[in-house]
């Protein structure tokens, strides 16, 4: 028997069943039928409903490839240039704070009056003196030459050297026995007579007998250069004397009235 005639005879099977005239018959075969056809609506419905409902689209992920920068933040450390000073051969380079090319020792040189004791007395045994006030005048400008016969000339900040250009003047050859200042005649002063005084000490022996010499140069401007003391008109020499005393010395006996 094929499909087609086995659909049919169920097919007059089910008609026959509908029109029998038998209630209980009627009622069966259409309680079926409903059955049938809930059945039929339950799978069928969810499955055309699954198939007819648009799925929303997936937004397509971006691969983003990401970069970490690194930034540097740190502040540069400035950098300044210190003065180089050779205290054994600037005295013959010329050393300016002047915008001007050329600084020079005036043309015609003044007469400075000069201050200063001739002779200071001082202890056979001393080895180490302050020079009392200096004094000077006769120029805007100044370089003072002051050379030392075996003594050591120590300036501004004692025990250290100040060489440098400082505050408008310059300094060449502290704690040497050649020493170089230039400035405005004030300033040199100042320097000269600050911290009690210019110090004067001898690495060899005491300062007995032992001299200080001092030339003062005119100036356009503060310049430092040996040559320049050639133009010095204006000079005063120091000479340390000792007492007299010997360690022998015997007083004599004075007599009370």
Do not use: W
């Amino acid at each position: 028997m094929s499909l087609a005639e086995i659909g049919y005879r169920i097919k007059d099977r089910f008609i026959s069943l509908l029109n029998d005239d038998r209630k209980v018959v009627k009622l069966i075969s259409r309680l079926g039928f409903l059955g049938l056809f809930a059945a039929i609506i339950v799978v069928v419905a969810p499955t055309s409903a699954e198939e007819t409902t648009a799925q929303p689209e997936q937004a397509p992920i971006e691969l983003v490839e990401t970069i970490t920068a690194v930034v540097d933040t740190s502040t540069p450390t400035p950098y300044a240039s210190p003065i180089s000073i050779d205290t054994s051969t600037i005295a013959e380079t010329l050393t300016v704070l002047s915008v001007k090319e050329t600084t020079t020792p005036l043309s015609v040189q003044p007469k400075f009056t000069i201050k200063v004791p001739s002779t200071l007395t001082i202890d056979p045994r001393a080895t180490t003196k302050f020079i009392p006030t200096f004094n000077f005048s006769g120029s805007e400008f100044v370089l003072a030459c002051i050379n030392g016969s075996g003594v050591n000339l120590d300036i501004a900040g004692k025990r250290q050297t100040s060489d440098g250009i400082s505050g408008g003047h310059i300094i060449v050859g502290d704690m040497t026995t050649s020493l170089f200042v230039s400035g405005k005649s004030s300033e040199v002063l100042n320097l000269l007579n600050s911290e009690n005084g210019l110090f004067a000490y001898s690495a060899n022996g005491g300062l007995a007998d032992k001299t200080i010499s001092i030339e003062l140069v005119a100036m356009t401007n503060p310049g430092v250069k040996r040559s320049f003391c050639d133009s010095a008109k204006s000079s005063a020499t120091i000479t340390f004397r000792s007492m007299g005393l010997e360690l022998g010395t015997v007083k004599s006996g004075i007599t009370l009235k």
